[in-house]
């Protein structure tokens, strides 16, 4: 089955500066990547997702990147502002069914 | 589009009663739901997969008698904790995908279970 391993656990960042946050999978067959974010108490909610077809996909102040041959994708957030403070999961699928990442606490301080 | 309603939003009850969380689609066709529990702090856990009508698919460690999954239509899944005690207070999300290969998931607000 899928692993997905996502770093780093928690992240403080000034107000504008940018967060990256990286997750590795390890089913080489696995081919859409989705990343969620989080506010407490609430749903997960599709910020952005990459298909295994393109390296790169941009919205806005968020984009993600993908490298098939080393097994990972990362989130990066530029600009970021007090509202962009939440937790994020990256996700993989295999067999069906999403393995997410353990999560990653993004604290943007003013 | 492509909303998912999850209801109730919080139960409080007691020890031994038995509780229903549904999940719908409300405007697309859900081929597959997932239902997840959450702990503070703490990634989602995947308990089941569940495709209309056929059995569920549950995650090794998770009781099927203890957590029943019903998916008898392609926008309706519940899931009723059986004889609920303490420790299975939780937060549990489901999650809905529709048709077609690489589709996301989405979420509905999830259900806060708190058995006394």
């Known amino acids: 089955g899928e692993n997905v391993e996502q770093h780093p656990s928690t992240l403080s960042v000034q107000e504008g500066d940018s967060a990256v946050i990286k997750c590795t999978y390890s089913?080489?067959?696995?081919?859409?990547f989705p990343w969620y974010k989080q506010e407490l108490g609430k749903r997960p909610q599709l910020i952005i997702d990459?298909?295994?077809?393109?390296g790169e996909k941009k919205d806005q102040r968020i984009a993600v990147t993908l490298n098939k041959t080393a097994k990972h994708f990362s989130l990066h957030i530029t600009e970021t502002q007090p509202e962009d403070s939440a937790v994020y999961f990256c996700?993989?699928?295999?067999?069906?069914?999403?393995?997410f990442g353990a999560g990653t606490q993004v604290v943007v301080t003013p | 589009g492509a909303v998912v309603s999850q209801h109730p939003s919080r139960v409080i009850c007691k020890s031994g009663t038995s509780v229903k969380i549904e999940c719908r689609s409300l405007?697309?066709?859900?081929?597959?739901m997932f239902w997840y529990r959450q702990f503070p702090k703490q990634s989602l856990m995947l308990m089941a997969t569940s495709n209309e009508g056929s059995k569920a698919t549950y995650e090794q460690g998770v009781e099927k008698d203890k957590f029943l999954i019903n998916h008898a239509s392609l926008t309706l899944s519940t899931l009723t904790v059986t004889s609920a005690h303490p420790e299975d207070s939780s937060f549990y999300i489901c999650?809905?995908?529709?048709?077609?290969?690489?589709?996301?998931?989405?979420f509905g607000d999830g259900t806060r279970l708190s058995i006394l």
């Open positions: 405007d697309f066709q859900a081929t597959t």
């Open positions: 089913d080489s067959a696995s081919n859409y």
């Open positions: 999650s809905a995908i529709g048709q077609g290969d690489n589709q996301p998931q989405h």
């Open positions: 996700a993989a699928p295999s067999w069906g069914k999403f393995q």
């Open positions: 990459i298909r295994s077809n393109v």
